[in-house]
């Protein structure tokens, strides 16, 4: 009973209007993650796309807060997803691919990772900091999300088209070996996560020009296409850090978040940022191969870790851009070199 009761909220949150999430839509993002960029490799995780949409607060017996009221629970004396505070939802669509190191082979390359694409939309709950932590009066803000995403692996991902037409419009290498990817497979993640900002410091007397704070994450997956548990931790330098919890990006990665509340009087802002974090894997179709059929696979390592710096930008009081370089540790046995690619992302404020 308590799955069920757990369950039907969710598939309540997955069946959200489209319609209604744009038009309540106070923050659009869009993001690109590439591993061209500073990386200079196009292998394994090698682009992401992501387009997303978050409400503004949703007041009264709206719809969001009900089903945040059917999902929160104490564990211990803590409360979870309690709807005593800011309560958003956000909509969000968005395609990965995954290949070999080598494009050139038309085989199946058994010591490498499969190629793989995943289309998938996402609807999850953002709950922000309660009114009083807006105000600095408390130690650290705190924000909890829970996100569904729905999706399919394989062919139906058209991630092979993706990557054959962008390579040709830039003169890349074509990738020959796509007939070799995972087979077609619905997937879900159900995922919940955990930021924790601490009240920024100013590093110059009686000016918030310059500022420091800390923000710890956690969060836990649970799907065919992901399970993991993980932690991170960044470190921002700079001003307007109150404005969000960092910069969005493509799950599974070190937290960051459509949430952004800039003040319209504050024309310019930035601040660099510096993050790692790490994962128990316990589960990764793109190294594990098809639930349901056999597949290739490859051997995954257990724990991951990211290293990440980058620097965010707030301009004209509504938008902010934001660029990031990852460095992420091998992710399966066979993998000779670490993974870096770099994230882009540009959010709108309405």
């Given at each position: 009973?308590?799955?069920?009761?757990?369950?039907?909220?969710?598939?309540?949150?997955?069946?959200?209007?489209?319609?209604?999430?744009?038009?309540?839509?106070?923050?659009?993002?869009?993001?690109?993650?590439?591993?061209?960029?500073?990386?200079?490799?196009?292998?394994?995780?090698?682009?992401?796309?992501?387009?997303s949409c978050m409400s503004e607060n949703q007041t009264g017996d709206s719809?969001?807060?009900?089903?945040?009221?059917?999902?929160?629970?104490?564990?211990?004396?803590?409360?979870?997803?309690?709807?005593?505070?800011?309560?958003?939802?956000?909509?969000?669509?968005?395609?990965?691919?995954?290949?070999?190191?080598?494009?050139?082979?038309?085989?199946?390359?058994?010591?490498?990772?499969?190629?793989?694409?995943?289309?998938?939309?996402?609807?999850?709950?953002?709950?922000?900091?309660?009114?009083?932590?807006?105000?600095?009066?408390?130690?650290?803000?705190?924000?909890?999300?829970?996100?569904?995403?729905?999706?399919?692996?394989?062919?139906?991902?058209?991630?092979?088209?993706?990557?054959?037409?962008?390579?040709?419009?830039?003169?890349?290498?074509?990738?020959?070996?796509?007939?070799?990817?995972?087979?077609?497979?619905?997937?879900?993640?159900?995922?919940?996560?955990?930021?924790?900002?601490?009240?920024?410091?100013?590093?110059?007397?009686?000016?918030?020009?310059?500022?420091?704070?800390?923000?710890?994450?956690?969060?836990?997956?649970?799907?065919?296409?992901?399970?993991?548990?993980?932690?991170?931790?960044?470190?921002?330098?700079?001003?307007?850090?109150?404005?969000?919890?960092?910069?969005?990006?493509?799950?599974?990665?070190?937290?960051?978040?459509?949430?952004?509340?800039?003040?319209?009087?504050?024309?310019?802002?930035?601040?660099?940022?510096?993050?790692?974090?790490?994962?128990?894997?316990?589960?990764?179709?793109?190294?594990?191969?098809?639930?349901?059929?056999?597949?290739?696979?490859?051997?995954?390592?257990?724990?991951?870790?990211?290293?990440?710096?980058?620097?965010?930008?707030?301009?004209?009081?509504?938008?902010?851009?934001?660029?990031?370089?990852?460095?992420?540790?091998?992710?399966?046995?066979?993998?000779?070199?670490?993974?870096?690619?770099?994230?882009?992302?540009?959010?709108?404020?309405?």
């Amino acid at each position: 009973m308590k799955l069920i009761r757990f369950l039907m909220p969710l598939a309540v949150l997955a069946l959200w209007p489209t319609g209604q999430a744009l038009a309540q839509c106070t923050v659009a993002s869009i993001q690109f993650e590439n591993d061209i960029g500073l990386g200079g490799t196009d292998r394994h995780y090698t682009h992401g796309s992501r387009v997303s949409c978050m409400s503004e607060n949703q007041t009264g017996d709206s719809a969001a807060r009900e089903i945040a009221d059917a999902l929160s629970f104490r564990l211990g004396g803590y409360e979870l997803l309690s709807s005593d505070r800011d309560v958003r939802y956000s909509v969000a669509l968005g395609q990965t691919m995954f290949t070999p190191e080598d494009l050139t082979r038309a085989d199946l390359i058994t010591e490498d990772r499969a190629y793989a694409g995943w289309l998938f939309g996402s609807f999850g709950l953002v709950l922000g900091p309660r009114e009083a932590q807006k105000t600095g009066s408390t130690a650290f803000d705190r924000m909890e999300s829970i996100q569904l995403t729905l999706g399919v692996v394989g062919p139906a991902s058209v991630a092979d088209h993706t990557q054959k037409f962008v390579h040709s419009l830039i003169d890349a290498q074509k990738p020959r070996g796509w007939r070799n990817q995972l087979r077609n497979e619905p997937g879900f993640i159900v995922e919940y996560e955990q930021k924790w900002r601490t009240n920024s410091w100013n590093l110059l007397p009686g000016s918030d020009l310059l500022q420091v704070d800390l923000m710890p994450s956690a969060s836990v997956a649970l799907g065919n296409v992901h399970t993991y548990g993980s932690v991170a931790g960044t470190f921002r330098i700079g001003n307007r850090l109150a404005n969000d919890f960092g910069p969005p990006r493509i799950r599974p990665s070190v937290a960051g978040s459509e949430y952004y509340e800039p003040d319209p009087d504050e024309r310019l802002g930035a601040y660099l940022f510096f993050s790692v974090g790490a994962r128990a894997v316990a589960r990764n179709i793109f190294l594990d191969g098809n639930t349901f059929t056999s597949s290739h696979s490859v051997e995954k390592k257990n724990v991951v870790g990211d290293l990440q710096v980058g620097a965010v930008f707030s301009l004209w009081g509504t938008a902010r851009l934001s660029l990031t370089h990852i460095i992420r540790t091998r992710e399966f046995d066979e993998q000779d070199a670490l993974n870096q690619f770099t994230a882009f992302s540009l959010s709108f404020h309405f």
